[in-house]
């Protein structure tokens, strides 16, 4: 192949995906035998079989199946492309769902910086959400969310934005009254205040991991909350460090697990795979990550 041609690959597509010359001619607008003609030209430029027909099928070829995989993509950013040059030109505008997680992280955190995105960006009407729940992002039509802890298994595009530090933590009566904590499997002996997470990991000393499932003595998916719990004796309770960690400097709350540490919750900007997605949406995700030194985590 001589040049880069290219007429036909849009049709090429089409077909691939359809997998019958008659759908993608119906879908194209054009007849069956146009489309035989385009792709018998696209295959003769390229110097390969792309597909494999018979009176009654079509199959793509290896080579086929490997230039559908790239070409889909290309196309794909040149329809971004050519939607990114058109928004450039014109104001930021419509309207952007954001849903986070909540408590100080979401309202002391997070919230400054959508502000400061609304403000450069006055066309945007924005929607921030701290609902409780795990939303399901593209049923409730959200553009993107922010959340804490380690993702599942997924459809949707993750982008990490920081990394927090996460502190067992017990008041100073409590220790007294209950005795201190060396191994993470004590933890079954005492009064542990938790949310909706329940598996907790650790790492110690010699590369030591340790895992348990925690039983909760007092329950909320509020940080603020289980502070205050933690803070008035009620239990340990494992926490971000922006919630606690005044609290253990000024002595208010111990560091339980000195040798042993929580693993680091990852937070990441997530949001559906769409094929063209909005320029505001890309604004958006671009000025979090490049103001995550402000979340001061």
């Known amino acids: 192949?001589?040049?880069?041609?290219?007429?036909?690959?849009?049709?090429?597509?089409?077909?691939?995906?359809?997998?019958?010359?008659?759908?993608?001619?119906?879908?194209?607008?054009?007849?069956?035998?146009?489309?035989?003609?385009?792709?018998?030209?696209?295959?003769?430029?390229?110097?390969?079989?792309?597909?494999?027909?018979?009176?009654?099928?079509?199959?793509?070829?290896?080579?086929?199946?490997?230039?559908?995989?790239?070409?889909?993509?290309?196309?794909?950013?040149?329809?971004?492309?050519?939607?990114?040059?058109?928004?450039?030109?014109?104001?930021?505008?419509?309207?952007?769902?954001?849903?986070?997680?909540?408590?100080?992280f979401g309202e002391e955190l997070l919230a400054p910086l959508i502000l400061q995105f609304s403000e450069l960006h006055p066309h945007i009407d924005v929607h921030l959400d701290f609902a409780s729940h795990h939303v399901d992002i593209i049923a409730e039509?959200?553009?993107?969310?922010?959340?804490?802890?380690?993702?599942?298994?997924?459809?949707?595009?993750a982008r990490p934005l920081a990394h927090v530090n996460s502190y067992l933590c017990a008041s100073p009566s409590y220790i007294e009254q209950h005795g201190t904590i060396d191994h993470p499997k004590q933890l079954n002996q005492h009064q542990v205040i938790h949310g909706s997470v329940v598996r907790w990991a650790f790492n110690g000393p010699n590369q030591q991991r340790a895992e348990i499932t925690v039983k909760g003595k007092f329950i909320c998916p509020n940080g603020h909350v289980q502070r205050a719990a933690a803070l008035s004796g009620k239990g340990v309770a494992r926490l971000p460090g922006y919630y606690v960690e005044t609290d253990i400097r000024k002595g208010r709350l111990v560091n339980v697990l000195e040798h042993w540490h929580s693993a680091k919750l990852p937070i990441n900007i997530v949001y559906p795979k769409p094929k063209f997605r909005q320029l505001k949406v890309q604004r958006l995700i671009e000025f979090l990550i490049q103001q995550q030194h402000r979340l001061g985590i």
């Open 1 to 104: 192949m001589n040049q880069f041609n290219i007429n036909g690959i849009s049709e090429f597509i089409v077909v691939a995906e359809v997998k019958s010359f008659t759908e993608a001619a119906e879908r194209l607008s054009i007849s069956r035998p146009r489309v035989s003609q385009i792709i018998a030209r696209l295959e003769q430029t390229m110097g390969v079989r792309l597909i494999e027909r018979t009176t009654r099928s079509m199959q793509l070829t290896d080579a086929g199946e490997r230039f559908y995989q790239h070409a889909s993509r290309a196309i794909e950013m040149l329809h971004q492309a050519q939607l990114l040059a058109v928004e450039s030109s014109q104001h930021l505008s419509g309207r952007l769902r954001i849903n986070s997680v909540g408590g100080k």
């Open 141 to 157: 039509q959200y553009d993107l969310a922010i959340r804490m802890g380690m993702l599942g298994d997924s459809s949707l595009v």
